[in-house]
């Protein structure tokens, strides 16, 4: 699955590079891109930034720290005046959502 990106600051990249430096710790050494988790991107002219993003189960322990954790690498970019974090169960996450590489590194395949 890939992320949806609607980018009116072109600071996706970015943010995508800053979302690949947090990992979920029950699956490392994956980070929460390659594991699917990150659904969209979502930037504004206002400065705000929101991320739309899961978890791989309802009742992951390290929910709240996981999502402090993108909402401070992301408001820590410059041009981002806001960082905002949506945790959604729609879609459920499945291990198909996972990038091969991620797989890989997790004995998958």
């Known amino acids: ?60 322990p390290v929910a709240g720290e996981l999502m402090s954790e993108v909402q401070e690498k992301v408001a820590k970019i410059p041009g981002v005046k806001e960082a905002l974090v949506e945790l959604t169960f729609d879609p459920p996450w499945t291990k198909d959502m996972m990038t091969e590489e991620a797989k890989l590194e997790l004995g998958f395949l």
Do not use: H, R, W
Not at 2 to 13: E, G, H, R, T, Y
Not at 19 to 35: F, R, S
């Open 1 to 60: 699955m890939s992320i949806i990106i609607m980018d009116k600051l072109n600071l996706a990249p970015a943010i995508q590079e800053q979302l690949e430096t947090v990992y979920d710790p029950e699956l490392k050494p994956a980070n929460i891109v390659d594991l699917g988790l990150v659904y969209e991107i979502i930037t504004k002219e206002d400065g705000v930034a929101k991320i739309v993003m899961t978890l791989t189960a309802p009742g992951c």
